[in-house]
């Protein structure tokens, strides 16, 4: 009999096939994206209320029958599955209420007839949420510790063993949405920074999540040294490029090979750009204004803008939570870093550029823990009580960054070091008057741990599928369209083709993994005609 574990991610679905007489992990399936609309949990969120969360849950639903069926196992064996994610993904996968998740404060809630969700640990039959198995296949679902705090907040306190360190420990998931989670005593803060989506490779124009082809490290010297992930998934060797022309100078055993960049490449590239003066805030000088890597894969000024936000949000993130917990910098200890950016990236370049705090003297690099923790549920399924009575035990507090004062102020000097160039000491000046504790400059030599090869650690046997055609169309012809394409061409993710036919003589198409939602709505604003009505596209679906 088989058991599959599932990882709902902001920015992909991750799943494992386990054999439960062995225990053994057989396969492993993955998506490039996700199939709702949007780039992050606030897209998201705002796609369920504003457009429909049905078709969210669906699109979900859809994408994990898909890839279930490139697991390579007989289904009709399939006795149990777990799942896991934060609260806005398993909301949508059960199709459960979200507009809890997305108003702050009781009384905004009850102005607005909105209840709390409760969300502990359920098991309940697969097939109910539409998951293409036998009616006998259970599905578990791990609980939230508490609102705001999530299963993938659990799931990273309870596979890195933060809630057993005596010392003071930050964790943070590197992902679109950046969990993180300050432990100082017994008491945990947690936050969650709106990273955005550059952490995982895209609002990157060569961006893409970890997968084969991907471009995960580079190291500069003269010329920079690119590291590109292999079928595996595992770094190796790629071409030495001139990053001012791309020219290859020495070609590596990945030549010819990469697609793409990854977060990590991403932060690598401007760690190192930054250090070989390539890079002079707030501006890209090289001799096109972008950096080249290997196969014509290259990072614009834009793209080092996109990502250098993410940085500040991470960086003013980790301020806050210290702050609030009243620790100075130099009184932590440890940093755990979980997610596959936490995992692949070099740990020194990502404390270069502001992603973990300069001051911890010891740094972990763990896999992704969401998948992690349904693998243990999916082997041991008596552990979801445990779960439940350890997140009822958790005591815990939620900082909202996005009304948080401390919050506020930090991110408010991070965006002008990154976007308009302000120097570190007129930073540290602005935190003085604000009564926050100085940013240190010197970075202390870490003792750096690799726990895991990479951020799935095992594939098993069967080896990886990657599922690239996921997400439907979403059609719609407004009246009054001249076909004139401005939406099409003004598109940022070439999102939108326009067919002939509909009631105006144009049908508007959307592919929806592709379009970064109503955070965007680029193709709306633009029409000369103003009948773009993104909202009604839904009304014709089909399936990609
Ligand atoms: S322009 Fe429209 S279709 Fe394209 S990504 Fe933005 S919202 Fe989606
Ligand atoms: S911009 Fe407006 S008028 Fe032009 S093709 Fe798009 S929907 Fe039609």
């Known amino acids: 009999m088989y058991g599959i574990a599932i990882d709902v991610g902001t920015s992909g679905t991750r799943m494992h096939a386990v054999d439960l007489a062995s225990k053994k992990i057989i396969s492993t399936a993955i998506t490039m994206r996700h199939p709702v609309p949007g780039a992050n949990v606030m897209d998201h969120l705002t796609f369920c209320i504003e457009v429909d969360r049905t078709l969210a849950h669906k699109l979900l639903i859809d994408t994990s029958n898909k890839l279930m069926n490139m697991l390579d196992i007989d289904l009709k064996k399939v006795e149990r599955v777990a799942i896991c994610g934060n609260p806005i993904q398993l909301s949508m996968f059960q199709n459960i209420e979200v507009r809890d998740l997305a108003f702050v404060g009781e009384k905004t809630l009850r102005s607005k007839g909105v209840e709390h969700q409760k969300r502990d640990a359920r098991v309940i039959p697969a097939s109910d949420l539409g998951l293409e198995l036998p009616d006998s296949a259970e599905l578990m679902i791990p609980p939230a510790i508490k609102h705001e705090i999530g299963a993938d907040a659990l799931a990273m306190m309870y596979q890195t063993g933060l809630l057993d360190r005596k010392e003071n420990v930050l964790v943070t998931d590197y992902g679109t949405n950046a969990e993180m989670a300050l432990k100082v005593g017994d008491e945990i803060i947690t936050g969650s920074a709106a990273a955005g989506p550059a952490i995982e490779g895209q609002h990157i124009k060569a961006g893409m999540l970890a997968a084969p082809g991907a471009i995960s490290d580079v190291n500069a010297d003269m010329d920079w040294r690119c590291t590109v992930l292999d079928d595996a998934i595992l770094a190796q060797e790629g071409d030495l490029v001139n990053p001012n022309t791309g020219h290859a100078v020495e070609t590596g055993m990945m030549h010819g090979k990469a697609v793409g960049i990854t977060g990590t490449g991403v932060i690598a590239a401007i760690a190192e750009g930054l250090s070989n003066n390539l890079i002079k805030l707030p501006h890209l000088d090289t001799i096109d204004g972008s950096i080249h890597l290997q196969d014509g894969i290259v990072l614009t000024e834009h793209d080092v803008n996109e990502a250098t936000k993410t940085f500040g949000a991470m960086r003013a993130g980790h301020f806050t939570l210290l702050e609030h917990a009243g620790l100075k910098f130099d009184e932590l200890d440890i940093m755990y870093m979980s997610g596959a950016s936490g995992t692949y990236v070099d740990a020194r370049k990502a404390q270069r550029v502001g992603l973990l705090p300069p001051s911890c003297g010891q740094i972990f690099q763990f896999g992704n823990t969401s998948l992690a923790m349904a693998l243990d549920m999916v082997r041991e399924p008596q552990m979801l009580d445990e779960l439940q009575a350890l997140a009822a035990s958790i005591r815990a507090n939620h900082v909202m960054f996005a009304t948080d ?129 993104f909202k009604e596209l839904q009304k014709s679906l089909i399936n990609k």
Request: hydrophobic share 35%; net charge negative; with cysteine.
């Open 405 to 533: 004062k401390v919050f506020e102020k930090v991110f408010v000097q991070e965006l002008a070091y990154w976007t308009e160039g302000m120097p570190m000491e007129t930073y540290n000046m602005m935190l003085e008057f604000a009564d926050i504790q100085p940013l240190p400059t010197q970075i202390k030599e870490a003792k750096i741990t690799r726990t895991v090869l990479r951020d799935i650690p095992d594939l098993g046997y069967k080896g990886l599928r990657v599922l690239r055609d996921i997400g439907i169309f979403v059609r719609g012809s407004f009246e009054g369209c001249t076909g004139c394409e401005a939406c099409l061409n003004e598109c940022p993710e070439n999102a939108i083709k326009i067919h002939q036919g509909g009631t105006s003589g144009f049908e508007i198409e959307v592919a929806s993994d592709l379009c970064n939602g109503t955070a965007c709505m680029r193709c709306e604003r633009i029409c000369p005609e103003k009948v773009f009505r």
